[in-house]
């Protein structure tokens, strides 16, 4: 199938903690998993990357790990702060076509 | 550098009217995406352009929509006529890399459409 199976689709953490997103997918073409942080009222913009080639990628509190075999692939954010608080989105990106195909998205609530 | 931007933020009609939103990628972005999320549900791919082409439309509801990129920049999204279920945030994108690979995409920060 085409869809991402994004959970869970609210998380509510206290500060300093960590955060898990995962999301699943079916299509083994897919070779490149974008995560997008959308604020409230704001534009969703592109937090980290993984393409097919990598198991993982960290950059500072955010890291991304991808298992190809399994076909799922998580966000990981530790010592969580209340400017976190948004919803993410995972998608995937590859076969025939340009297009990213999103999960519906976990919004994340950070508690100070 | 501009970011994509996209016009109206937000627009309310009534059903039957029409509405053309408008969105003016980032300069020299040859790719230009149309997305639209509907009310709690995932963000949806409706059609991507290469400079003034439509490289995949497969994902325009039906032919109340209409995309166009006139001179390979701005493009407008036109809902002709509009109905209940059209409501919800459309998104564009832009990215630069040429032809089938994977690159950045950058979004607008959206048009919420609400149709009464």
């Known amino acids: 199938g085409e869809n991402v199976e994004q959970h869970p689709s609210t998380l509510s953490v206290q500060e300093g903690d960590s955060a898990v997103i995962k999301c699943t997918y079916s299509?083994?073409?897919?070779?490149?998993f974008p995560w997008y942080k959308q604020e409230l009222g704001k534009r969703p913009q592109l937090i980290i990357d993984?393409?097919?080639?990598?198991g993982e990628k960290k950059d500072q509190r955010i890291a991304v790990t991808l298992n190809k075999t399994a076909k799922h692939f998580s966000l990981h954010i530790t010592e969580t702060q209340p400017e976190d608080s948004a919803v993410y989105f995972c998608?995937?990106?590859?076969?025939?076509?340009?297009?990213?195909?999103f999960g519906t998205g976990t919004l994340l609530a950070v508690q100070p | 550098e501009a970011g994509v931007t996209q016009f109206p933020s937000h627009s309310v009609i009534e059903k039957g009217q029409t509405v053309t939103l408008r969105c003016d990628p980032i300069?020299?972005?040859?790719?230009l995406y149309w997305y639209r999320r509907v009310m709690g549900k995932e963000i949806k791919f409706l059609l991507h352009?290469?400079?003034?082409?439509?490289?995949?439309e497969s994902g325009m509801p039906n032919n109340r929509f209409l995309a166009e990129r006139t001179g390979g920049t701005y493009s407008t999204l036109k809902v002709q006529p509009a109905e209940l279920e059209d409501s919800g945030v459309y998104f564009c994108?832009?990215?630069?890399?040429?032809?089938?690979?994977?690159?950045?995409?950058?979004f607008g920060p959206g048009t919420r459409l609400t149709v009464l």
């Open positions: 998608a995937r990106y590859g076969g025939a076509t340009n297009k990213l195909i």
């Open positions: 994108a832009s990215s630069q890399a040429p032809g089938l690979r994977a690159d950045t995409q950058y």
């Open positions: 993984i393409r097919s080639n990598v």
């Open positions: 299509d083994s073409a897919s070779n490149y």
């Open positions: 352009f290469v400079k003034e082409s439509k490289q995949d």
């Open positions: 300069s020299g972005h040859d790719n």
